[in-house]
């Protein structure tokens, strides 16, 4: 009968969690052995939890896998040690935090993840809405009267994804917009989860028109600095 030792178990999670990045980042056995400098069988052993490796390994290893080591020794549970902080102010996931820091990867200052996508959650972040002061004028003074809230795109895809289906009872003031809807009562699930998609459909439009008007202003800012740029030039060449 074999005695489970802790370095018996370090070997486990590390062959496991070495296992897990490279797969994650569509790594086979060869092309992480060909980035760490050791032959596949290496790889392979590790991943089968035969051999513990040394700490010259372990530093390349979680930069390859953009990790610490601590994680890949099973010692914490977070992929870096920032993650928990981010976690603990922001309350994104592990997987979610994961994602966003590989969709801004940059390598030798060119961008290897997905800028554009991240532009993408910006503009739907941006416009989620949020608390507008109702304010009143009174004696030359401008005096707060309450707050409200104004439901934005995100905002409206949660509630869609946590619409309870089985219930399918549904209380909505103000759904759409232009209209002013008070109700309650049974509701068809289907028929509320298509006014949810609707309305997001609406909102995507809208944010769509706004940020076509964003670039279309840019790009005539552009120009205008273009133009303002060669007219100097021009200028200056007349003055030689």
Not at 68 to 81: A, C, F, N, R, W
Not at 166 to 175: G, I
Not at 191 to 220: F, Q
């Amino acid at each position: 009968m074999s005695i489970i030792t802790s370095r018996d178990i370090v070997k486990t999670e590390f062959g496991k969690r070495l296992s897990e990045r490279r797969n994650k980042f569509h790594f086979s056995q060869e092309r992480l052995a060909e980035l760490l400098e050791v032959s596949r069988e290496s790889i392979s052993k590790y991943e089968r939890g035969k051999a513990i490796p040394d700490m010259f390994f372990l530093k390349k290893a979680s930069k390859a896998l953009n990790c610490s080591y601590e994680y890949l020794l099973g010692e914490v549970d977070y992929v870096k040690p920032q993650h928990k902080d981010i976690e603990d102010m922001l309350g994104l996931s592990e997987i979610a935090i994961t994602t966003l820091e590989q969709l801004s990867l940059v390598k030798n200052f060119i961008h290897i993840g997905r800028a554009d996508l991240l532009d993408t959650i910006n503009m739907l972040i941006e416009y989620t809405g949020g608390y507008n002061e109702h304010l009143i004028t009174y004696d030359e003074k401008t005096l707060p009267t309450g707050r409200s809230y104004a439901s934005g795109l995100v905002n409206k895809i949660s509630e869609y994804l946590l619409f309870d289906v089985d219930t399918a009872t549904y209380s909505f003031q103000n759904f759409m917009k232009g209209k002013s809807i008070t109700y309650q009562a049974e509701i068809d699930a289907e028929i509320v989860s298509n006014l949810y998609i609707m309305d997001i459909n609406n909102s995507l439009v809208e944010l769509r028109k706004e940020n076509a008007g964003r670039r279309s202003r840019a790009r005539a800012e552009h120009r205008n600095n273009q133009t303002k740029i060669e007219r100097e030039r021009n200028q200056g060449e007349k003055h030689d």
